[in-house]
């Protein structure tokens, strides 16, 4: 039984429609509507199959569910060099939010050391996608502690009028604000992002419940 054939077996015709307006800018022919839980059900069955290299291997993909369990499979593999392989090889795919944003692969939490050097690569790629997936790794990763004061500026040199890249700009500095606030907060208070980017990181900062009622208060007269 194919992944497709899985897929078919658990499609939701209203819940396409919901995805379809989510992801505007790829075809709704490609969307099959596959709730994430059961995405994630089959990835798990595929990683633990004789399939998994095949399927791993036949890219590009045609359906956007496809691209997710890619994802979702590639995330489980537990060696890092791997991992990072099989990244590489699948970013030129991503071709939506959803797909660069859904999957945080495992082995990336012990391996910081080897990781940056990829996220920074990744951050400089002309692929929207590639570059959105390396910020929101840096995010992920790395406003814990091995948090550097430099990565917020990597992160505010980013420009570009992409919409879905300023979104992740903006995302990044609104979490840097709730994990790492002396640091991010002069980038909202000298306003080195651009304006777009910096009204939506103080809006987004402004909705997250990590971020303190009192510097919820201050971002609000940085507008």
């Given amino acids: 039984m194919t ?3 899985k897929l078919l077996e658990v ?13 505007p800018n790829i075809s709704a022919d490609t969307i099959l509507g596959v709730k994430t839980p059961e995405l994630r059900r089959i990835a798990k069955e595929v990683f633990l199959s004789e399939d998994k290299d095949a399927f791993l291997n036949s890219l590009p993909h045609k359906y956007y569910e496809e691209n997710l369990i890619h994802f ?5 593999i537990k060696d890092f060099d791997e991992c990072i392989k099989e990244v590489d090889r699948f970013l030129p795919y991503v071709d939506c939010w959803p797909v660069s ?11 910081h050391d080897k990781l940056l050097p990829h996220i920074k690569k990744w951050m400089k790629s002309k692929h929207v996608y590639t570059a959105r997936f390396g910020i929101r790794m840096l995010m992920n990763e790395f406003l814990g502690e091995d948090f550097k004061s430099e990565y917020p500026k990597m992160v505010a040199s980013l420009k570009g009028e992409d919409y879905y890249l300023k979104m992740m700009v903006a995302w990044y500095f609104a979490t ?3 994990k790492q606030y002396d ?10 992002l651009d304006d777009w980017v910096h009204k939506k990181a103080i809006q987004k900062a402004i909705e997250s419940f990590r971020v303190s009622d009192e510097h919820k208060e201050y971002l609000k007269t940085l507008r």
Wanted: glycine share 0%; net charge neutral; no cysteine.
């Fill in 176 to 178: 840097a604000l709730a």
């Fill in 183 to 192: 640091e991010s907060v002069k980038y909202i208070e000298e306003h080195k």
């Fill in 3 to 5: 992944v497709y054939d």
């Fill in 11 to 23: 499609k939701d015709d209203a819940y396409k429609e919901f995805q379809a307006k989510l992801v």
């Fill in 72 to 76: 979702f499979i590639i995330s489980m």
């Fill in 101 to 111: 944003d859904q999957a945080s692969p495992k082995s990336f939490k012990k391996n």
